[in-house]
């Protein structure tokens, strides 16, 4: 049995859609809101992070009910191509009242940009669970590790997109010393693509006849259930491997505390403390995303050879190191430098050590059965994390110094260097894994 990777690639279209808008959204959204409509560091903060708190009620709700959706386009394909297209409309609303309001500033045009892009986060919420549980519902269970594998790639492909037309059309040469920049032209663009992927990945993908078959195949291979009931519906973890738990939720909680709070910020900040456009933000950006890509073989061997946990302490070494060197740099200089370049694919390469091995080492302390639930605790530290950092690092930078973004990054990123000394569970190594396979343990967006 092979995974089907054709089909594989066109199931993860829809990741591609989603990854392209929120590394727009990201990036461009922070300089809208603090640029136009010159909102203070702490309330834009609290918008950017309105799409986290969305989610912790939005994805599970909207994946529970697909799961009980049924439709002659299948049970996941209703919510993509039903959010998507409202995605695709509202979207392209944004720019016009971005531009509107610098033209001729009033107070409703800002409330309809907050309650526009409030629509468009609630699109996207409703079909993000489902188009990542389309990967499962058409591939087999051997299969779904290497076919999560493809569904990550497609999300970095989509990231890149956008990173390399924002970097080509608006370089710093374009923006410097402009009062207001013009994104009309990302968001078209970005729209474009997530109509064309999902566009694609209809046409393609037949949902209830490889949903079917996948169903009939697994109903022929009972084996590949490995789940056990203990008659209580759950699993009671010992007190030493609930300690180590607990001590890795924290871990992941303060590293992207560090780290979201550098990519939610960084344009903005950029723009700040060096002047420079968002070209060059997304070329550093780009850099970091590319870092990653081609860190996950190498990092994959690396964990089969020391452990998961020494990787991630040495990517947590290695983020704090580069957190540090960014504010030498971006303080010390006007230029994005080609140090600055070299810096960001190390931060790619230490981000890509941590996130590749984090979700197995929770995921290593349950039984097969919990860990649907287990995925859960990985989501909900990462999530609150991304909830709080917008705010907080806004809020610093607003009443200390846009300066201080780097040393907090830093600094949390280090405290997860303390709290991972903790962890005592969750380890293993395996046999160096090649190709694909060394990216079967990336998380899943």
């Known amino acids: 049995m092979k995974l089907n990777n054709k089909r594989t690639v066109l199931v993860g279209l829809a990741f591609l859609s989603i990854c392209a808008f929120w590394q727009m959204y990201d990036n461009v959204v922070p300089l809208i809101l603090t640029r136009t409509f010159h909102m203070n560091e702490s309330l834009s903060g609290l918008i950017m992070a309105a799409d986290n708190i969305l989610a912790l009620f939005l994805l599970p709700w909207f994946g529970a009910l697909s799961d009980r959706t049924d439709t002659r386009i299948g049970k996941r394909m209703p919510y993509i191509l039903f959010g998507t297209g409202c995605a695709v409309i509202l979207i392209n609303i944004l720019p016009a009242l971005d531009n509107s309001y610098y033209a001729a500033p009033s107070a409703a045009k800002q409330a309809a940009f907050v309650v526009v892009l409030g629509l468009l986060l609630v699109a996207m919420g409703t079909y993000r669970s489902p188009a990542v549980a389309l990967m499962p519902d058409v591939t087999p269970k051997p299969l779904r590790s290497r076919a999560n594998a493809i569904i990550n790639l497609m999300g970095a492909v989509g990231g890149i997109i956008y990173l390399a037309i924002a970097a080509v059309a608006y370089p710093n040469s374009k923006t410097a010393g402009l009062d207001h920049v013009n994104y009309r032209l990302l968001f078209v663009v970005v729209s474009a693509i997530m109509f064309a992927a999902v566009a694609v990945l209809y046409?393609?993908?037949?949902?209830?006849?490889?949903?079917?078959?996948?169903?009939?195949l697994e109903d022929r291979h009972p084996e590949w259930n490995l789940a056990e009931d203990d008659g209580s519906g759950g699993e009671v973890l010992p007190p030493a491997v609930r300690r180590s738990l607990g001590f890795l939720l924290a871990s992941i909680a303060l590293w992207f505390i560090g780290y979201n709070g550098v990519t939610t910020w960084f344009t903005t900040y950029v723009a700040e403390v060096m002047g420079q456009g968002l070209g060059g933000a997304s070329t550093c950006l780009l850099i970091a995303t590319a870092g990653a890509i081609v860190s996950y073989i190498p990092i994959g061997a690396l964990a089969s050879k020391i452990g998961r946990k020494k990787t991630i302490q040495a990517g947590i070494l290695l983020l704090t190191t580069c957190f540090a060197l960014g504010y030498?740099?971006?303080?010390?200089?006007?230029?994005?430098?080609?140090?600055?370049?070299?810096?960001?694919?190390?931060?790619?390469?230490?981000?890509?050590?941590?996130?590749?091995?984090?979700?197995?080492?929770?995921?290593?302390?349950?039984?097969?059965?919990?860990?649907?639930?287990?995925?859960?605790?990985?989501?909900?530290?990462?999530?609150?994390?991304?909830?709080?950092?917008?705010?907080?690092?806004?809020?610093?930078?607003?009443?200390?110094?846009?300066?201080?973004?780097?040393?907090?990054?830093?600094?949390?990123?280090?405290?997860?260097?303390?709290t991972m000394l903790m962890v005592r569970h969750g380890d293993s190594r395996t046999e160096a894994r090649t190709g694909l396979e060394a990216f079967e343990e990336m998380d899943e967006i």
């Open 328 to 418: 030498f740099l971006t303080t010390t200089s006007k230029t994005i430098t080609p140090v600055m370049f070299a810096v960001f694919a190390l931060v790619g390469l230490a981000w890509a050590a941590i996130n590749v091995n984090s979700l197995p080492m929770v995921v290593e302390m349950c039984k097969g059965s919990d860990i649907g639930k287990f995925t859960g605790y990985y989501y909900t530290a990462s999530m609150a994390a991304q909830v709080v950092t917008p705010v907080l690092a806004g809020t610093l930078m607003r009443h200390i110094d846009y300066r201080v973004l780097f040393p907090y990054a830093a600094f949390f990123v280090l405290m997860s260097f303390m």
């Open 203 to 216: 046409l393609t993908v037949k949902e209830p006849k490889l949903s079917e078959e996948n169903r009939a």
